[in-house]
């Protein structure tokens, strides 16, 4: 109220965020301060290991009110090196109900055994882990309806997949390339059905 007597005022009309935010619940990852923005101006959806499932509700609800009612027009798959949820995947151990949540980290873990296996540094591997299991979820957003619809409107959002360094304290962009998918166009495209009267 010092610097601003009309922050409350303004804030309470409405929101008009720029960002839909996808990200970790690690509690050591203020997304206000890590992205440099301020109150109205990013939505966020956070989860462990910054999952984009397809079957999340919360998730796909979340998303489809920022792209179809806010507009937003980027959306940040955002995931952190030392994260424990990628690190429990990777384990054999049981930790309970989240070992299904974190099986779709394991389809991450399955899909690049290759090149995770010549990782010998178990702490380098964790870290690749974390940025391919970013770069999955990237693709499986590109792959919800949502934005499939909305890629086919005049002004679609844009995606990126970041990774945030908390020893650094800096944000990195892994530079997804969802043009990629379109080989698999035949599969995952989806074109939205012509309403009948």
Request: glycine share 6%; no cysteine.
């Given at each position: 109220m010092a610097e601003d007597s009309e922050f409350f005022?303004?804030?309470?009309e409405g929101q008009t965020p720029r960002y839909l935010y996808i990200g970790c619940s690690?509690?050591?990852i203020p997304v206000n301060e890590v992205t440099g923005t301020?109150?109205?101006?990013?939505?966020?959806?956070?989860n462990i290991a910054n999952m984009v499932v397809h079957t999340d509700m919360n998730?796909?609800?979340?998303?489809?009110?920022?792209?179809?009612?806010l507009k937003v027009k980027d959306i940040i798959v955002c995931g952190h090196y030392g994260c424990g949820g990628v690190a429990a995947a990777a384990s054999n151990n049981q930790y309970g109900l989240i070992d299904?949540?974190?099986r779709n980290i394991k389809d991450v873990i399955r899909l690049h055994e290759h090149e995770l296996e010549q990782i010998e540094d178990k702490e380098q591997r964790l870290r690749r882990l974390v940025e391919l299991n970013i770069i999955e979820q990237v693709i499986n957003l590109s792959k919800t309806s949502i934005i499939q619809n909305a890629m086919?409107?005049?002004?679609?959002?844009?995606l990126y997949g970041l990774v945030y360094d908390l020893r650094e304290g800096l944000l990195?962009?892994?530079n997804v390339n969802t043009e990629t998918l379109s080989r698999y166009e035949r599969i995952y495209?989806?074109?939205?059905?012509e309403a009948t009267v």
């Open positions: 005022i303004k804030l309470a690690d509690s050591r301020g109150p109205g101006e990013i939505f966020v959806h956070r998730l796909l609800s979340v998303l489809q009110y920022a792209v179809e009612v299904n949540w974190l086919a409107t005049d002004n679609p959002p844009k990195r962009d892994l495209g989806l074109k939205a059905e």
